[in-house]
Nanobody
Framework: QVQLVESGGGLVQAGGSLRLSCAASGNIFSINGMSWYRQAPGKQRELVAAVTGGRSTNYADSVKGRFTISRDNAKNTVYLQMNSLNPEDTAVYYC???????????????WGQGIQVTVSS
């Protein structure tokens, strides 16, 4: 069993910054892709940023230049540094990882429980 736990969300004023963290725990052998998604009220969940096992990154156009995704493989953790936040960034943010558990041969997709980010104008 693998669990992903997010932290670092909250309320911030426009122009401010937040850093999200997502730590995976359990019987983990390896993690390939790590990513952050978000879902605003009444909207579909969208990819915000992703980082591969080789540390290649990609970002949604709406966050390029403002958000930075990074990973710490030793801690099985992915981070999302969010700068210059604006009210349109308000959403529930979810982390996602492809995890290979010990004793298995296929990477499985895991989600965090979600964490609220609210940006006030």
């Amino acid at each position: 069993q693998v669990q992903l736990v997010e932290s670092g969300g909250g309320l911030v004023q426009a122009g401010g910054s937040l850093r999200l963290s997502c730590a995976a725990s359990g019987n983990i052998f390896s993690i390939n892709g790590m990513s952050w998604y978000r879902q605003a009220p009444g909207k579909q969940r969208e990819l915000v940023a992703a980082v591969t096992g080789g540390r290649s990154t990609n970002y949604a156009d709406s966050v390029k230049g403002r958000f930075t995704i990074s990973r710490d493989n030793a801690k099985n953790t992915v981070y999302l540094q969010m700068n210059s936040l604006n009210p349109e960034d308000t959403a529930v943010y979810y982390c996602n990882m492809g995890v290979l558990e010990v004793g298995t041969f296929v990477f499985a997709n895991y989600w965090g429980q979600g964490i609220q980010v609210t940006v006030s104008s």
